[in-house]
């Protein structure tokens, strides 16, 4: 969030859960607002104040029994990014990954460590779907070295980065804000790995640019299943496409969706016949083409 004024909605959930208010935060972004807060038993919603529709928000969360209602109130211009960053924690995955910024102190060190400069709307892997992501690419490390690995919907490109840590030979990073463009690009280079790594600002229409052995997406339910042919057409024969982003109840329309793109579930572990990841009310899915 840069300087502008803001709208802070406050929605009121009630039993209130994280999972809950990740639901919540999913279907409130696409409005769009740009970051949230969990204060139990709220949710705190930021969107530009020009950009703020009651009714619009009124209609995403009368689909919520568990939202009791709602505030709004326009907060002063302040920068937002450096009052978020000063509080972001370090995240372990697995004990394999870590995901940190340069303000972390007394971080041990694993296998894989990503540094990156945290931005509250483009991913810090707190989130769950980015941790599944994580989890995934793990379980497919041999698959990964010198392959071309596509992340659509890079964010601040955690997952590109990754790859390129992971022994990938090129990476493509792929986002349609510019921010997050010039965030993945910075991140990138202060991980050493910017030389393989040629990031992009624009949507899934560049895809057509190349072919791909493996497309990482943790985007929206919409946005996947809007995409879906592009990434099926940009991948190789026998690449792997990770998908996140979505519900565990939205699984089925995934699963769906790919079937008709001649499509087949992969495995997500050791173990093959594990395709799905849940996390929190969450899901991860594999495929291959």
């Not at 990770?242 to 793109?261: N, R």
């Amino acid at each position: 969030m840069n300087s502008f004024e803001y709208i802070e909605v406050q929605v009121s959930l009630s039993p209130f859960s994280e999972s809950l208010a990740e639901m919540v935060m999913a279907e409130v972004a696409e409005l769009p607002y740009e970051s949230f807060v969990t204060e139990p038993p709220q949710l705190k919603c930021y969107i530009q104040k020009e950009l703020y529709n009651a009714s619009h928000l009124k209609v995403v969360l009368s689909g919520f029994p568990e939202v009791t209602g709602f505030t709004a109130g326009l907060v002063q211009a302040q920068n937002w990014n450096a009052a978020w960053e000063s509080a972001f924690e370090p995240i372990v995955v697995d004990g394999k990954v870590t995901v940190k910024a340069s303000f972390n102190k007394d971080v041990p060190r694993t296998q894989y460590n990503v540094w990156i400069d945290p931005k509250m709307a483009f991913g810090t892997a707190s989130h769950p779907t980015t941790y599944m992501m994580i989890q995934a690419m793990l379980s497919r490390r041999e698959s990964i070295r010198g392959r071309r690995v596509l992340d659509m919907g890079c964010g601040t490109a955690i997952l590109g980065i990754l790859a390129a840590k992971m022994g990938a030979a090129k990476v493509y990073a792929v986002d349609i804000d510019a921010v997050a463009a010039e965030s993945a690009w910075g991140n990138a280079r202060w991980n050493r790995v910017g030389s393989r790594m040629e990031i992009r600002c624009g949507d899934a229409s560049l895809l057509q640019m190349g072919k791909y052995d493996i497309i990482l997406a943790n985007i929206n339910r919409n946005i996947l299943l809007q995409d879906l042919p592009t990434y099926v057409r940009s991948l190789r024969r026998g690449g792997t496409l990770l998908l996140s982003g979505f519900f565990e109840a939205d699984v089925p329309l995934l699963l769906e969706a790919a079937t008709g793109l001649d499509l087949r579930p992969a495995g997500l572990s050791s173990d093959a016949s594990v395709a799905i990841l849940h996390r929190d009310g969450w899901a991860c899915l594999a495929f291959k083409k």
